[in-house]
């Protein structure tokens, strides 16, 4: 069973910042690089969205038109962890945000939420006006 936890959440003004991390453990020895991971919000009342994403290995990084130029995703292998940077928060950002691994090693980054297997919890992410 792999394990997702994700810390960093918060409530921030507009225009401020936050950093999140997901933190895998459990059956992830020698293989977090081989899986993409991504990440996801949900606001109250509306489905859940990809926000960006980070290939497996060294892969590319992708991201949602809505956050372009403002949030940085990456990862850190060796720790088994995957970090999103958000600048410039907006109160639409309010959310909860979850991390997740993709569903088959070796697979690109994809937008459907049906295509990851393994979920955080989430972290609350409030952005007043």
């Known amino acids: 069973q792999v394990r997702l936890v994700e810390s960093g959440g918060g409530l921030v003004q507009t225009g401020g910042s936050l950093r999140l991390s997901c933190v895998a453990s459990g059956r992830t020895f020698g293989t977090f690089n081989i899986y993409s991971m991504g990440w996801f919000r949900q606001a109250p009342g509306k489905e859940r969205e990809f926000v960006a994403g980070v290939g497996w290995s060294t892969g590319g990084t992708y991201y949602a038109d809505s956050v372009k130029g403002r949030f940085t995703t990456s990862r850190d292998n060796a720790e088994n962890t995957m970090y999103l940077q958000m600048n410039s928060l907006k109160p639409e950002d309010t959310a909860v945000y979850y991390c997740?691994?993709?569903?088959?090693?070796?697979?690109?980054?994809?937008?459907?939420?049906?295509?990851?297997?393994?979920w955080g919890q989430g972290t609350q992410v409030t952005v007043s006006s």
């Open positions: 997740a691994r993709r569903r088959s090693a070796y697979r690109s980054i994809t937008y459907s939420p049906s295509d990851y297997d393994f």
